[in-house]
T-cell receptor, first 112, second 115 residues
Framework: GNSVTQMEGPVTLSEEAFLTINCTYT??????LFWYVQYPGEGLQLLLK?????DKGSNKGFEATYRKETTSFHLEKGSVQVSDSAVYFC???????????FGQGTRLTINP | DADVTQTPRNRITKTGKRIMLECSQT?????MYWYRQDPGLGLQLIYY???????NKGEISDGYSVSRQAQAKFSLSLESAIPNQTALYFC??????????????FGPGTRLTVL
């Protein structure tokens, strides 16, 4: 079946550091790939998505590229801020019935 | 006002009690979902509904039941709660008619503790 594996956390960085959170997936067919973010005490929010190979999703300075050859969708940001502290989830959605499968989440803490 | 609301936000109950978690949405979406979040395990799908008459089991439906009372309302019930159902529960919606039909929108969650 479909599955998503994320980089183990927690991750702690200093402000303005470069961020990478690794995500790899196993799926049949051509899934869509997502990064969701969960701020403290809140529900999940869509951060970015990509729907086909070589697509790049981007939002709020975060980027991720759909790499079919390596089955990966790594999240990157060039300069993190304290406000980026949250839990980040990688997920995939198959084409039908479009159910989301989540990775285990990575807790990110940014220190000033 | 939030598009997807969940009540209650926090609940403490005892083993064996029946409990219902409610989800309402104003987004007009046909599809609704219930997930459970446990530390270190991400979110797991409990049930999903593609319209009022279409309800499907997810990965971990045992011990849970659902009711889709209307397009806007989707309730999750624990008939006889047990401690290992202590978790954070999320409701989500999606709209199959849009180009981003695969994107889901989440409520703020209900933290349930079963003693």
């Amino acid at each position: 079946g479909n599955s998503v594996t994320q980089m183990e956390g927690p991750v702690t960085l200093s402000e303005e550091a470069f961020l990478t959170i690794n995500c790899t997936y196993t799926a049949t067919g051509y899934p869509s790939l997502f990064w969701y973010v969960q701020y403290p005490g809140e529900g999940l929010q869509l951060l970015l998505k990509a729907t086909k190979a070589d697509d790049k999703g981007s939002n709020k300075g975060f980027e991720a590229t759909y790499r079919k050859e390596t089955t990966s969708f790594h999240l990157e940001k060039g300069s993190v801020q304290v406000s980026d502290s949250a839990v980040y989830f990688c997920a995939l959605s198959d084409q039908w019935p479009q159910k989301l499968v989540f990775g285990q989440g990575t807790r990110l803490t940014i220190n000033p | 006002d939030a598009d997807v609301t969940q009540t209650p936000r926090n609940r403490i109950t005892k083993t064996g009690k029946r409990i219902m978690l409610e989800c309402s949405q104003t987004k007009g979406h046909d599809r609704m979902y219930w997930y459970r979040q446990d530390p270190g395990l991400g979110l797991q799908l409990i049930y999903y509904s593609f319209d009022v008459k279409d309800i499907n089991k997810g990965e971990i439906s045992d011990g849970y039941s659902v009711s889709r009372q209307a397009q806007a309302k989707f309730s999750l019930s624990l008939e006889s709660a047990i401690p290992n159902q202590t978790a954070l529960y999320f409701c989500a919606t999606s709209d199959p008619g849009q180009s981003n039909a695969d994107t889901q929108y989440f409520g703020p969650g209900t933290r349930l503790t079963v003693l």
